[in-house]
């Protein structure tokens, strides 16, 4: 590979200056300006690609953690491999590339792992530099947070567990660990830890909302009722349906059994504040329904539930509650509308789809969704009910990968970690599909291009049929990767 090297500027790769570690783990490097929409809007918190006013702050793709080593992980010892970077975001929508804001790859085995932007602050999760006595890596995360010109970095907790849940709000950091719910707050100096719930059962956590709803076992061991309750943003608690919720003014729950109910979250809509779950009485009959709840502004829970079905559905997606429910479950999807009936269900006419869906979102008459890691869209559902002669279309034919984050939606692009390139964010713009021309659409390197000279004798080009890339490779390739793009991507002009 050195003749393809030959004849190629290597743009440089890490856009700030590294200084020493300095005490209690603050760390310094930067500065990487735009620090004038520290007050806007932010869009998208918790997922790989945030937006704040004009700017766009984004994982350059979620790092491998399998073997990695305390020296991989040391601050800049990575270049921009899992790194946050930053752009500038022009009218057009295109990147105008500012550079590396925090030189750490971002790690963690928590699938829907992201990026929180509040005021100057990016916040986010890397994997700790605490070793065993042997110097390997311990399974512990680091939550972090720093400026987002890069110029200041703080640690706010370590966890021992790759795959903690966890969401930072506007005060503070909710994370999950060993069957607890904790919250960190990030407004005091040292940020201290409290455990605000303790042997949760099931966890069902809203980015939207930024809070955490649980479901707890009785604290009487002869009671098989649970609660269902939420930890909300400032890490109060609050227990929604408690375990007496069912039984009548002046009946002992605890010993009526018709009266105790074991609940289990299987989704919420931040849409209209419902939450799902399947609902089973502890008689000796043991009935079983699917419900929704719409829960009011102060927790309450007034008993007005909207029944779907009598069985427990296990994944669900919702229409609004009091639209309907769908089960994907599987590859026939089932939309189930409210009952009006206590004993019958209210199913549409089913639709059988080749292999099981992903939902992404929904956009006017159409729902967009993966399909065997592909983007496709159809107009699955109407007035609460499964259309049944939807007529899908396939978007693109690049490979999407939701290993750590589902694709996030930004105006008028879909930001997505690629199946076949993990090394960086990729883009679609989605407005350019229409169902006249039918194009697929192609997905690029949110970080950018620059340009690429071929060595004189070279003898290939790189994707000579993609013009997205003709002539160009990523903006902040290493060396290393460099030669390895070229061994992917290059075509021989044989």
Known sequence: MKKVLRGIVIVALVLVTLFSLTACNKYKWGPVGGTEDVDKDVVNNGSLAVQQGN???????VADDSSLTKADNEFGANGVNGAIMKSKINADGTLECLGVVVPKMFVSDYANAGIYVYGEWIYYVARSQQTDNKGNLLSSLEFMRTTVDGTKTQSIAVVEDLGTNYIFTKTGLLYTLSSAIHYVDCTAKKFPDTTVVSDYTDIQVSKEDLCMFYTKASDNEYVSANNLGVVLSDGSNKVIISESAYAPENVDYKTNMSYQYALDIIGYNAADNSIYYTKTCKDTDAAVSTVGYVIPEDYSFNKVEIKYANSALSSVYS?????????VSGTTLVAYAPMGDSIIENKSDELTVSSAITILYQDGDYTYYLMSSLLYRADLFANGTINK???EEKISEVKISVKYQSPTKLGDYLYYESSDDA???YRLNISSYTSETQDY???YIVSGYKDYTYPEDADYTINKDDETIKDKVPAY???????TYISNHKTTNE
């Open 55 to 61: 700017y766009l702050y984004f994982v350059n793709n």
């Open 441 to 443: 659409i192609k997905g």
């Open 477 to 483: 390739m290493t060396d290393t990767d460099l030669e």
């Open 423 to 425: 090394t960086y964010l």
């Open 319 to 327: 229409l609004g509650a009091n639209a309907g429910i769908v089960d």
């Open 389 to 391: 002669n939807a007529y």
